[in-house]
């Protein structure tokens, strides 16, 4: 038996109209890779917070606010269906055309259904995917470093018709390794929705300030919980985690998963709900391995995702964008 079959009674044949109480939460830490920049209007993103739950020291966190995570993880799952010809970007083809979150949004494939939209008067979709702000590991000061670089002409060089390019850029970078606790949450899914959503938070590899191309960053699954309802915040997480491995900042990536994995293990049963299934450890990595095997193979992955872009449209023409009118609510 593998994983995946153990997780079959969490999931519906088909996307409910109602929230359901069915709450799947991915925990996971970002971890980056190389230099992402996690910015508004040119300076990183930070918060004051409390360090730990117990450590009630002051500390700045980095910030990565909920768009910079759903945005990249909707752009590879969309690439996806267009590789897979599931949808288009060719307007021509009014069938499958999507565009993101625009009015061109076609409001029935899998990306428009599982992360919503909103289009002025034409309609909107919840998302069934949640996410929230999360926090740095380490401190603001310990996270980052500003480069500061001369801007040069598109030729690479830094005279263009005689005259000197003297714009000096500064930039703040988030600096590699640093450590993002994370909770994204999937309500309310299907088989299919739940391989589509993990799939896209394994293939993301690029976070942050996307002209840059430098924001390498990977997503460690720690644990899989099924439960009725929501889990606590990213940054009480973060917090816990804190407490638990003050003092030791060398550790690497699989020490901080480990430690998460006994965090989420001591903080799940001071929580009101109820936990149909809890994933850490082998089991995640387990079902890691087999989600990658569907995503290795092009006729399970196509199969996978077919049935799935056949969910959401079922959805759309049941209780969404074209239901008939009078069915609808
Ligand atoms: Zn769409």
Same mark, same amino acid.
């Given at each position: 038996m593998t994983i995946l079959d153990t997780l079959k009674p969490h999931f519906h044949d088909e996307f409910p109209r109602l929230a359901s109480g069915k709450y799947i939460h991915f925990v996971m830490l970002r971890h980056s890779q190389s230099f992402p920049i996690f910015q508004t209007d040119g300076v990183l993103n930070t918060a004051r917070t409390q360090a730990g739950l117990e450590d009630d020291t002051s500390i700045s966190r980095l910030v990565m606010f909920k768009r910079k995570q759903t945005t990249p993880e909707r752009l590879t799952g969309r690439e996806l269906l267009r590789a897979l010809e599931l949808t288009t970007a060719d307007a021509a083809d009014k069938a499958k055309h999507c565009e993101y979150?625009?009015?061109?949004? /076609? #409001? #029935? /494939?899998p990306d428009c259904i599982l992360y919503g939209f909103a289009i002025g008067d034409s309609g909107s979709e919840r998302s069934k995917v949640y996410s929230d702000s999360a926090f740095s590991l380490s401190a603001y000061e310990l996270s980052h470093k500003s480069f500061t670089f001369n801007a040069p002409y598109e030729g690479g060089t830094m005279s263009e018709g005689g005259t000197m390019r003297s714009a000096i850029n500064e930039q703040d970078h988030v600096l590699p390794e640093v450590t993002f606790p994370t909770i994204e949450t999937l309500r309310d899914a299907t088989l299919e929705g739940f391989l589509y959503v993990l799939g896209n938070l394994l293939r993301t590899r690029r976070y942050g300030a996307q002209e840059t191309r430098t924001g390498s960053v990977k997503n460690h699954l720690v644990g899989l919980v099924f439960a009725d309802g929501e889990l606590f915040s990213n940054l009480y997480l973060t917090q816990a985690l804190h407490d638990v491995i003050k003092g030791e900042d060398k550790m690497t990536v699989e020490q901080l998963c480990d430690r998460a994995a006994t965090v989420l293990s001591t903080l799940l049963p001071k929580e009101p709900i109820r936990t149909a299934q809890t994933l850490i450890g082998v089991e995640v990595k387990q079902l890691v391995t087999e989600v990658n095997e569907i995503y290795q193979d092009e006729e399970m992955l196509q199969s996978h995702l077919q049935a799935l872009y056949q969910q959401t449209e079922r959805y759309a023409t049941t209780y969404g964008a074209f239901a008939k009118k009078g069915k609808k609510k």
């Open positions: 979150n625009g009015e061109g949004s /076609c #409001k #029935k /494939c």
